[in-house]
Nanobody, 125 residues
Framework: VQLQASGGGLVEAGGSLRLSCAAS????????MGWFRQAPGKEREFVAA????????NYAESVKGRFTISIDNAKKTMYLQMNSLKPEDTAVYSC???????????????????WGPGTQVTVSS
């Protein structure tokens, strides 16, 4: 499985961006897809996750109500709509996929098997 994230950029606080993560190669309908981010000098943190079938989602508390994760199975593409962006959302955002994870484990990066290169999101104040 290969993953490629795109859609990052520079935006003012309060603005919006939509990230995409295109998957190629073999994928499995039971797999979980996730977004993680890493800011300079900080540990990588979970942002949001969804199953390939789209039935279940999980969000970090810091992004609930502002970010929406979705998936287009036909296009093998996952999206992250980010609204009301804050300077603290500035980070490199990466997408990942791995075998079925129960909802409570979706935030655990060790459950993800494949990772793609990240895309930079910068939110100015």
């Amino acid at each position: 499985v290969q993953l490629q994230a795109s859609g990052g950029g520079l935006v003012e606080a309060g603005g919006s961006l939509r990230l995409s993560c295109a998957a190629s190669g073999r994928t499995f309908s039971t797999y979980t897809m996730g977004w993680f981010r890493q800011a300079p000098g900080k540990e990588r943190e979970f942002v949001a996750a969804i199953r390939w079938r789209g039935a279940n989602t999980n969000y970090a508390e810091s992004v609930k109500g502002r970010f929406t994760i979705s998936i287009d199975n036909a296009k093998k593409t996952m999206y992250l709509q980010m609204n009301s962006l804050k300077p603290e959302d500035t980070a490199v955002y990466s997408c990942a996929t791995g075998p079925y994870l129960i909802i409570s484990n979706m935030a655990n990066e060790h459950g993800y098997e494949y990772w793609g290169p990240g895309t930079q999101v910068t939110v100015s104040s």
